[in-house]
């Protein structure tokens, strides 16, 4: 079946380093994909998503290139901030509308 | 209303109880979603409405949990006999479904903790 993969937390990193967080899918057709944060103490939002091969989605900073030849949706920020700290879920949607979600990876930015 | 509205966002109750986890929707989201997330976890889904449509419950992990939603609104999942395993958070969204560019992004509630002693 469909899945979503990303790479295991926590990630640690000093204030505006550059930031990668890896994720990967296995699905059929032409899925949506999704980027979606958790802050702490607050609920899931959508950060920035891409629908078609070679979209860029961009929010605060953050981009994510859907590529389809390599199956991948990975996260990426050239300079973080201690207040990116956070939960980062990798999500797909796929032509049944389901929602499949990655295990989540927490980023934990050091001043 | 403005977002996805949960209650109680806190629950404790004794092993053996029933609960009831509440959401309120965004206004005109025909779809609505529960997922359970236990510390440090990832997302459970639970349970999917989709307007008229039969639910999809293929993600509830017993017959202790149940869910519904009445009148395309307002859901409840209801569960019984709570077990210590059950301890988690429950968060609800909702989304538009089809085309435009704000189809299928989910709106999250806050979540209902529960903790089951």
């Known amino acids: 079946g469909d899945s979503v993969t990303q790479m295991e937390g926590p990630v640690t990193l000093s204030e505006e380093a550059f930031l990668t967080i890896n994720c990967t899918y296995t699905?059929?057709?032409?899925?949506?994909l999704f980027w979606y944060v958790q802050y702490p103490g607050e609920g899931l939002q959508l950060l920035l998503k891409?629908?078609?091969a070679d979209d860029k989605g961009s929010n605060k900073g953050f981009e994510a290139t859907y590529r389809k030849e390599t199956t991948s949706f990975h996260l990426e920020k050239g300079s973080v901030q201690v207040s990116d700290s956070a939960v980062y879920f990798c999500?797909?949607?796929?032509?049944?509308?389901?929602?499949?979600w990655g295990a989540g990876t927490k980023l934990i930015i050091k001043p | 209303g403005a977002g996805v509205s949960q209650s109680p966002s806190n629950k404790v109750t004794e092993k053996g109880k029933d609960v009831e986890l509440r959401c309120d929707p965004i206004?005109?989201?025909?779809?609505l979603y529960w997922y359970r997330q236990s510390l440090g976890q990832g997302l459970e889904f639970l349970i999917y409405f989709q307007g008229n449509s039969a639910p999809d419950k293929s993600g509830l992990p017993s017959d202790r949990f149940s869910a519904e939603r009445t009148g395309g609104s307002v859901s409840t999942l209801t569960i019984q006999r709570t077990q210590q395993e059950d301890s988690a958070v429950y968060l609800c969204?909702?989304?538009?479904?089809?085309?435009?560019?704000?189809?299928?992004?989910?709106?999250f509630g806050a979540g209902s903790r529960l903790t089951v002693l």
């Open positions: 206004s005109g989201h025909t779809a």
């Open positions: 969204a909702s989304s538009l479904v089809g085309g435009g560019s704000g189809a299928n992004v989910l709106t």
């Open positions: 891409a629908t078609k």
């Open positions: 699905a059929t057709g032409y899925p949506s």
């Open positions: 999500a797909l949607r796929n032509s049944n509308y389901q929602l499949i």
